[in-house]
T-cell receptor, first 109, second 116 residues
Framework: DAKTTQPNSMESNEEEPVHLPCNHS???????IHWYRQLPSQGPEYVIH???SNVNNRMASLAIAEDRKSSTLILHRATLRDAAVYYC??????????FGKGTRLSVIA | GAVVSQHPSWVICKSGTSVKIECRSL??????MFWYRQFPKQSLMLMAT?????????EQGVEKDKFLINHASLTLSTLTVTSAHPEDSSFYIC????????????FGAGTRLSVL
């Protein structure tokens, strides 16, 4: 079973920032925090990951709480193409990812 | 990022036939690949871990004789659904991580299987 908890759904207006929360209260010290997203009828797509420090890439930013028990994926300007299910996953080594239900993000034009 | 190619993207077959799905890592070597299945409005469920040169490891409840996995090279894993039945209709997705220690996974686009 997935170890992370996320809201089932969120809604955002186009061009607005979106903050997607995730709780991972039982995360171990060596687990990375990964975020993936899945667009309709496609395989998941890697978004970003981190261990302790906040991370930025061309797709998003990841803010990790100091105690690592929660994190927030930040989309700086949501577009219609960002509508997807976003998954927050604890990951370590070369092990399979365990997907929870994720957060379904709707973007309103 | 790395690219994983999955083929075919969709397939329709008659009940009782077998279907083979290919998963290729195009620009990296993958000693391990993973196969997932996703039913409508549900999350991805791991079916098996495919190891190059050895037998696959199946999750509980997944029939190894029905879902044959072959990982013959560092860039190719195949999943064969044998004697498919309508209840096998699903979205099958593969992934691979290469050698990165941080376990970033790259996913295929998925194969939608419809068994009539």
């Amino acid at each position: 079973d997935a170890k992370t908890t996320q809201p089932n759904s969120m809604e955002s207006n186009e061009e607005e920032p979106v903050h997607l929360p995730c709780n991972h209260s039982t995360i171990s010290g060596t687990d990375y925090i990964h975020w993936y997203r899945q667009l309709p009828s496609q395989g998941p797509e890697y978004v970003i990951h981190g261990l302790t420090s906040n991370v930025n890439n061309r797709m998003a930013s990841l803010a990790i709480a100091e105690d690592r028990k929660s994190s927030t994926l930040i989309l700086h300007r949501a577009t219609l193409r960002d509508a997807a299910v976003y998954y927050c996953i604890e990951a370590q080594g070369n092990t399979p990812l365990v997907f929870g239900k994720g957060t379904r993000l709707s973007v309103i034009a | 990022g790395a690219v994983v190619s999955q083929h075919p993207s969709w397939v329709i077959c008659k009940s009782g036939t077998s279907v083979k799905i290919e998963c290729r890592s195009l620009d990296f070597q993958a000693t391990t690949m993973f196969w997932y299945r996703q039913f409508p409005k549900q999350s991805l469920m791991l079916m098996a871990t495919s190891n190059e040169g050895s037998k696959a490891t199946y999750e509980q409840g997944v029939e190894k004789d029905k879902f044959l996995i072959n990982h013959a090279s560092l860039t190719l894993s195949t999943l064969t659904v044998t004697s498919a039945h309508p209840e096998d209709s699903s979205f099958y997705i593969c992934s691979a991580s290469g050698t990165n220690r941080q376990n970033i996974q790259y996913f295929g686009a998925g194969t939608r299987l419809s068994v009539l």
